[in-house]
């Protein structure tokens, strides 16, 4: 009897599941592999059986690829050749926005080797896969049997999520997203600050050479009591907002023109004969770069490599086009951050983080000669095991002041990253200072209201696998349930306002599941919040999330349940600070407690308000301390 080879259908794309037929796969005989929820859902819903390729990967798998990737961030400064697309001593290629090159390395690897070790268990001789896949399955059947038919059509569409834009806003309860090009986002953004920004004087006037504290990618909304602090004290404030402008909405207009701030953009600072010169080093730089790149292909081959299979091949043509689309962007950044320091004279720097285009480059510019604060602007509880995700937050490798929430951060930056006392300080959370102004809270409707909060599920370090996502939407089923049975009892649900494809996939979720229950996004958390009398916070992150504290500070009892296999002893665990369960535990007692039980709901909220004691220097006064530190400088 002969033998039939082993086939694996390795799909791609939901589009590719679309089109896909159970009668293909039974003809075949063929096992079937998705490689992300979407597609996974779509064969689901078509009734074609498959495995979920993501499973084949070890805990170490992860923790390794992660480490690779964050190994990548700076990857031309291991070839010379690199140096010749320096411009005012800045590499062009080091200003792309470093999450996002995260994102992208790490959705490849992860699928990589997710193959990789299907391959080495199943042994099979054939493979039946997209043009991109093929692509990217080549260097790990080399040497081996295996035939691979590109007979699925889609495109692996990579440049998708960086050049597009999402506007969001509400009608009514109904979230609404809109997706726009990066180039029109830019137009509508230039126009609009061009126009507020002349009507209402805000644009920064060179030829006043007052000292100023800059302030790169805020919120001014976000900060008000920040801003007051310092305009009180006489300082003069500048925003530069790539991204999101500082003009966003009409709160942040008038707290900027009340406290006498200005803005500063890349069109309206450069001069037109500046914005031609731009255009001329793009051409060289593009050049350049496309030389280079076709002339160091074994270079990048051996170094973009994991267990020595090359994945170069499949993020090449990608990653290229990435860079030469924000090659102008890029330039004039650069052009722009070295003419703001000529111009300008600046007393001090705040940033948010390091990793963002806007801020590199001015980082990069200043190189530590005026004084910088780098703000920790989310929750952060590093335990030991998770010690490496730590490289998101900047500290590593930033030089200059650190400004801190609480003892237990500084404590870790100094023990575990050997970061100076003295560039150390425990300032406090400027941003939640406005929570502990009681009077700001609206009064609570009548009815009972249950508050469901989520992370954004992002793929830094792969929460974003598919089975994550099953075991999210077996949870919120279980949620609405268990609420829809108790009489009175209301649900909301509150997103993070994070812009990503997960992010979206989760609010079509319950959108699908409670077509009835209000989605929130953008709206501000701590209204929202105010008005609940039970917050359930879904733990998926390695980190705990910034809107539990936030709950905590406005003295709501918090269900929080973990997802994650393990409890982990963050310090509200070891306040007791919430009712901490599991995704599997029952919720029908843990919600009526909260509701019901009054003595119950009041200890937690003792604990609660201990714990943000603890967690939370200065609270309600970090603006002013902040404030001093700056006007320190």
Not at 141 to 152: G, P, Q
Not at 326 to 345: A, P, T, W
Not at 508 to 519: A, M, Y
Request: proline share 3%; glycine share 2%.
């Amino acid at each position: 009897m002969v033998k039939l080879e082993k086939t694996l259908i390795f799909v791609d794309t939901d589009s590719d599941a679309y089109d896909f037929s159970a009668s293909r796969i039974e003809s075949s005989k063929s096992t079937v592999f998705s490689f992300n929820i979407r597609t996974h859902k779509l064969l689901e819903e078509k009734g074609i059986e498959h495995e979920i390729g993501e499973v084949y990967l070890s805990e170490e798998d992860h923790y390794n690829v992660f480490d690779k990737t964050v190994s990548y961030w700076e990857w031309f400064k291991n070839n010379p050749a690199f140096q010749e697309l320096e411009l005012e001593n800045i590499n062009l290629l080091s200003v792309l926005d470093t999450s996002e090159l995260h994102q992208l390395l790490i959705s490849e690897l992860y699928i990589f080797l997710a193959m990789k070790r299907i391959i080495e268990k199943t042994k099979p001789g054939k493979i039946i896969t997209s043009n991109h896949f093929s692509i990217l399955l080549k260097p790990l059947i080399v040497k081996s049997n295996i035939r691979i038919e590109t007979s699925l059509g889609s495109n692996h569409e990579f440049l998708v999520s960086w050049n597009k834009f999402l506007i969001r806003f509400n009608i009514g309860k109904i979230p609404i997203s809109i997706s726009i090009s990066r180039s029109s986002y830019d137009k509508i953004r230039n126009f609009l600050e061009s126009i507020i920004g002349k009507m209402l004087g805000l644009w920064v006037n060179i030829k006043n050479r007052k000292k100023m504290v800059l302030f790169i990618e805020f919120g001014p909304s976000q900060y008000s009591e920040l801003i007051h602090n310092l305009a009180k004290n006489g300082s003069n404030l500048l925003f530069v907002n790539r991204r999101r402008p500082a003009i966003w909405n009409l709160k942040s207009i008038r707290l900027l023109r009340k406290n006498r701030c200005k803005i500063a953009s890349p069109p309206q600072f450069l001069s037109y004969k500046e914005k031609k010169q731009a255009e001329i080093l793009l051409l060289n730089f593009s050049q350049k770069l496309e030389k280079i790149w076709n002339a160091e292909v074994q270079f990048l081959s051996n170094l973009f490599s994991i267990e020595n299979f090359t994945f170069w091949p499949s993020i090449s043509e990608a990653l290229l086009q990435i860079y030469k689309s924000r090659m102008l962007e890029h330039v004039l950044l650069v052009k722009f951050s070295k003419k703001l320091f000529e111009k300008i004279d600046f007393s001090s720097i705040v940033s948010l983080n390091t990793m963002g285009e806007t801020e590199k480059t001015i980082l990069n510019t200043n190189k530590n000669k005026i004084s910088t604060v780098l703000l920790e602007h989310g929750a952060s509880d590093y335990l030991e095991e998770f010690s490496r995700y730590d490289v998101t937050s900047g500290y590593r490798n930033f030089e200059d002041k650190i400004a801190v929430w609480n003892e237990y951060q500084k404590k870790y930056l100094m023990e575990y990253r050997k970061i100076p006392e003295k560039r150390i300080f425990v300032t406090g959370s400027p941003r939640h200072d406005d929570f502990f102004n009681k009077e700001t809270l609206e009064k609570k409707p009548s009815e009972k209201i249950v508050l469901i909060v989520l992370p954004a599920i992002a793929e830094m370090n792969f929460l974003s696998d598919t089975q994550t996502f099953i075991r999210l939407e077996k949870l919120l089923k279980k949620i609405f349930v268990t609420v829809k049975n108790m009489h009175g009892i209301n649900l909301v649900v509150k997103l993070h306002p994070a812009t990503n494809s997960y992010n979206e996939y989760t609010k079509k979720l319950i959108q699908k599941l409670e077509p009835e229950v209000p989605i929130y996004q953008i709206e501000p958390i701590k209204k929202i919040i105010g008005l609940c009398d039970v917050m359930i916070n879904i733990h998926i992150e390695l980190m705990p999330s910034t809107v539990l504290l936030e709950g905590l500070i406005l003295k709501k009892p918090i269900i929080n349940i973990t997802m994650l296999d393990k409890f982990l002893e963050f310090q509200y665990i070891k306040d007791n600070a919430v009712l901490s369960i599991s995704d599997q535990s029952d919720l029908i007692k843990p919600i009526n407690d909260l509701l019901y039980d009054k003595e119950f709901s009041e200890k937690l909220i003792h604990n609660g308000q201990t714990h943000v004691e603890k967690f939370l220097a200065n609270p309600g006064n970090a603006s002013k301390s902040l404030a001093d530190l700056l006007n320190s400088f």
